[in-house]
Each structure stands twice: as structure tokens, then as C-alpha cells.
């Protein structure tokens, strides 16, 4: 690599990480215009000293690895690499990297072994991208909170997480996300989070709690129904789905 990226130092994990870079077959891990054995090239463009050329090996990336809503197996072995960049707060096009994750996460696999493939490259990387709902970039912060809401196996960690960040996050989307992504995991204290959060200062937050309340099958109180439609008389209505994107 032409750096090490700044997340990395000079650690052991960064010689694990540059090695497991450089190790890795890219032939055979085909992405939307290819064989892939390219795709080794732009991430260490993506990973390099030039940010003009980061940047834009970044947006290729994102062509490449996500298609029309697509994923392919390069996109799976990408993925480890694409948290590390993530996880660089110097990286340029973190909001595209972001993007990327989170498009790839969600992606349509053409092959049940690329979906497993992604699903754990998603499982193991959840932990390591909770400091981002703190991030100063909005939408890593956004990207990263709607894929920490998604099932994982770290169900209590990422409902603490998300819990803990929700409440003193000052974007109402986002917020909202985070609400949302609360509700999505089937934990222990899930309930009494949700009512409180139905006083939350966003109104966004408080149409998700209610959305998660309805979609976990918890009882709809009185309480509930004055908390929606105060927010409904004094917010601004938000247009579509209370969590972008779904």
C-alpha cells in the first residue's frame, strides 16, 4: 500500500489488515463488470495518499460492487475492507463509503452462498462500526444506525448501542433510524424503551417508536396514541417511511 491508513497505525491489526489485503484472491470474485481482479487495485487507490484519487476509486467501488441493487462475491470480500476505510476518519468519501456498506448490506445476492457470504461480513463488522453513530459525518452516522438496526446476532449489543445514541442524537432522521432499529430486536427491556421514547424532543423518533410498537405486536396504549397525534399536530410531517430507505 502506498499508506497505511490512519485507523490503523501501526498495529498488529493493521499488518493482519494489509496482509489479508494483499493475500486475498481476487479472481473469481466477480463484481458487476468483471472478474474482479481489479478491485484489489482501487482499494488501495481508495486507501492512498492522493484523496482526489481515493475519492474517486471510491465511487468505482461503488459501481462495481452494487449493481441495480445486485451484489456479488467480490462485494462480500470487499467488505472487511471497506469497514476498515470506513472506520479512517481522514479516508476521503467516507459518506460514499458509507453508501456503499450499507447498499451492499442490503443488497440482492444472485447466489445463496454470496447472501451468507455478505450476512457474516455484516456480522463481524457490526461491533466494530458502533463508535460510527457518534460520527461527525451525518450520513455515516445515518448509513451505520440503519445497518446496526438490521439482524445480526449482536441483537443486545446493537439495541444498547442504538438506545444509548438515540437519545441525544440531534438529527431527527436519524434518530428516527435508531428508534427504529431498536424495535427491530427482540430484547429483553424492548417495550419500556419504546414507551420512552415516545416523549422523545424528535418527532420523527416518535412515529418510530409507534411504528415499532405496532410491528413488535405490543400493546397500542392511550399513551401511545396521544404521543402520535401530538406529534402529528406540532411536527413537520414527514413524507414516506418513518426510516429512509425501508
Not at 14 to 30: F, P, Q, S, V
Not at 119 to 138: E, F, I, K, Q, S
Not at 204 to 224: C, F, K, N, S
Request: glycine share 8%; proline share 4%; aromatic share 4%.
Amino acid at each position: 500500500m502506498a499508506r497505511q491508513c490512519a485507523h490503523l497505525g501501526g498495529t498488529e491489526a493493521t499488518t493482519r489488515a494489509r496482509i489479508a489485503l494483499h493475500n486475498t484472491d481476487w479472481t473469481g470474485a466477480e463484481h458487476a463488470y468483471g472478474d474482479g481482479a481489479d478491485t484489489l487495485k482501487w482499494l488501495r487507490d481508495a486507501c492512498g495518499e492522493d484523496p482526489d484519487r481515493a475519492e474517486r476509486a471510491v465511487h468505482v467501488l461503488h459501481n462495481c460492487l452494487v449493481h441495480q441493487g445486485s451484489v456479488y462475491a467480490g462485494s462480500a470480500k470487499a467488505y472487511p475492507f471497506l469497514v476498515d476505510l470506513l472506520l479512517d476518519p481522514t479516508a476521503p468519501g467516507r459518506a460514499t463509503l458509507a453508501d456503499l456498506l450499507l447498499d451492499i448490506t442490503l443488497g440482492i445476492a444472485e447466489t445463496e452462498a454470496v447472501h451468507h457470504e455478505v450476512r457474516a461480513a455484516h456480522a463481524r463488522a457490526t461491533p466494530r462500526l458502533l463508535p460510527l453513530l457518534t460520527d461527525p459525518v451525518r450520513e455515516v452516522r445515518h448509513r451505520v444506525a440503519y445497518m446496526t438496526g438490521l439482524r445480526t446476532g449482536h441483537e443486545e449489543l446493537a439495541v444498547r448501542a442504538l438506545g444509548e445514541r438515540a437519545l441525544s442524537e440531534p438529527d431527527p432522521l436519524i434518530a428516527a433510524v435508531m428508534t427504529g432499529g431498536v424495535a427491530r430486536h427482540d430484547v429483553a427491556g424492548r417495550a419500556a424503551w419504546l414507551s420512552g421514547a415516545l416523549a422523545s424532543r424528535h418527532t420523527p423518533a416518535v412515529r418510530a417508536a409507534a411504528w415499532g410498537i405496532t410491528q413488535a405486536g405490543l400493546p397500542w396504549t392511550t399513551e401511545v396514541t396521544t404521543a402520535v397525534t401530538e406529534a402529528w399536530e406540532h411536527g413537520d410531517v414527514l413524507n414516506g417511511d418513518v426510516i429512509e430507505g425501508e
